[in-house]
């Protein structure tokens, strides 16, 4: 089986930014991993939840670009997966006064992988995401247990 026939798991992230700190450097990293092929961006939606609790999807825009630093290269990263009941759904989870970005992406480097489980007869049964601050709070116990 070809990598081409398979995908990759499909994840999104909701991303909370308050303080005005400059987001380039997070522009920065999600384009180094496209450009590696480690991601494949199906949506990228920013979203503004303001004061009053009314929200607004945002447009990667030269207009944007002061806001949302070097996004502009996502432009268009528009699927259709994602609809206005999604962003409805990130703003409920977002705090008032603050903006975020909301990702759909899939994990491209598990394509191979994906793809020699399908040779094998494999199937995924099942599938979770641990935050991984919950991780490390283990690890970091378990350490101090030891």
Do not use: H, Q
């Not at 503004?48 to 030269?62: H, L, M, Q, V």
């Amino acid at each position: 089986m070809s990598d081409n026939n398979v995908s990759g798991p499909i994840d999104f992230v909701l991303i909370e930014f308050s303080g005005g700190k400059p987001l380039d450097g997070v522009a920065a990293a999600l384009v180094d991993l496209v450009e590696r092929g480690l991601v494949c961006v199906y949506d990228l939606v920013a979203v503004r939840k303001e004061d009053d609790g009314t929200f607004s999807g945002i447009a990667f825009d030269a207009a944007e670009a002061a806001e949302f630093g070097d996004f502009l290269a996502f432009t268009g990263a528009r699927s259709g997966l994602l609809g206005d009941d999604d962003l409805a759904s990130a703003a409920d989870a977002m705090e008032p006064g603050t903006k975020a970005l909301l990702v759909m992406f899939e994990n491209a480097w598990a394509r191979p992988f994906v793809a020699a489980a399908r040779d094998a007869g494999g199937e995924m049964i099942a599938s979770s995401r641990i935050p991984a601050g919950d991780v490390i709070e283990l690890l970091d116990a378990l350490e101090t247990a030891n």
